[in-house]
């Protein structure tokens, strides 16, 4: 359920493309309304990860619940970890995803700079 999760998508997004082309054979099944299922639209959301280095699921996997997630990545751009924050979607907004956002990949880079893996992009 990589797709449709911040955490899996913020590991699915630095996998090699063999590792996504699996995920998408094995089915892009439809969780929520706002699940993505179609292969277009989760390659442009992983490179949408990869641009922004951080993952969003806004109501994807369980109604009612956002995530922001960020790498946690070694350097030559192997990810290690994940960090995440998740909230129910009446307390946490979409534009608070966003602004978590920040806050989440900054937390990222600390990590990896600590591990002395690299950068969390």
């Known amino acids: 359920q990589a797709y449709c999760t911040a955490l899996g998508k913020a ?4 996998q090699p493309p063999a590792v996504v082309e699996a995920v998408v054979r094995a089915g892009l099944t439809p969780r929520t309304p706002n699940t993505i299922a179609t292969p277009d639209r989760l390659d442009a959301e992983l490179r949408r990860v990869r641009r922004d280095g951080y993952a969003v699921d806004d109501e994807e ?5 956002r995530a922001v997630s960020a790498p946690v990545t070694r350097e030559g751009g192997g990810t290690v970890a994940v960090i ?3 909230g129910a979607s ?3 907004s979409r534009g608070q995803l966003r602004s978590l956002a920040g806050e989440v990949t900054a ?14 992009r």
């Open 61 to 65: 996997y369980l109604p009612g619940v």
């Open 84 to 86: 995440t924050v998740v």
């Open 107 to 120: 937390a990222a880079a600390r990590v990896s700079e600590r591990l002395g893996t690299g950068s969390a």
């Open 90 to 92: 009446r307390r946490v």
């Open 11 to 14: 590991l699915l997004a630095y």
